[in-house]
């Protein structure tokens, strides 16, 4: 399966952006998903999972009450609301495929394949 990110960009502290992971070429509907951000010079951090069905979903605390993750299986697609940014969460943002169906899963070695990333910036 092939992962793509889309949505990302510049908005200033406080707005909104909304992130899609679109999947082609397998199967989607099965499998958690993840998303993940990427700060210059800092390691890959998990933000979001979301069960294959959609009905289960765990947050990191850093984003919990902001983030609102979504899935819809018809359109293979999962998509990230970001909510009341702030300049720390800028970063390169991932969407994965979880390796297994396992609830929870926070570890970037938990997921693949992964999307190419899309940038978002906050700025203050």
């Known amino acids: 399966v092939q992962l793509v990110e889309s949505g990302g960009g510049l908005v200033q502290a406080g707005g909104s952006l909304r992130l899609s992971c679109t999947a082609s070429?397998?199967?989607?509907?099965?499998?958690?998903m993840g998303w993940f951000r990427q700060a210059l010079g800092k390691e890959r951090e998990f933000i979001v999972g979301i069960s294959g069905s959609g009905r289960r979903t765990w947050y990191a605390d850093s984003v919990k009450g902001r983030f609102t993750i979504s899935r819809d299986n018809a359109k293979n697609t999962a998509s990230l609301q970001m909510n009341s940014l702030k300049p720390e969460d800028t970063g390169v943002y991932y969407c994965?495929?979880?390796?297994?169906?396992?609830?929870?899963?926070?570890?970037?070695?938990?997921?693949?394949?992964w999307g190419q990333g899309t940038l978002v910036t906050v700025s203050s």
């Open positions: 994965a495929r979880g390796l297994e169906g396992r609830i929870g899963c926070l570890l970037p070695e938990d997921y693949d394949p």
């Open positions: 070429g397998g199967t989607f509907t099965n499998y958690n």
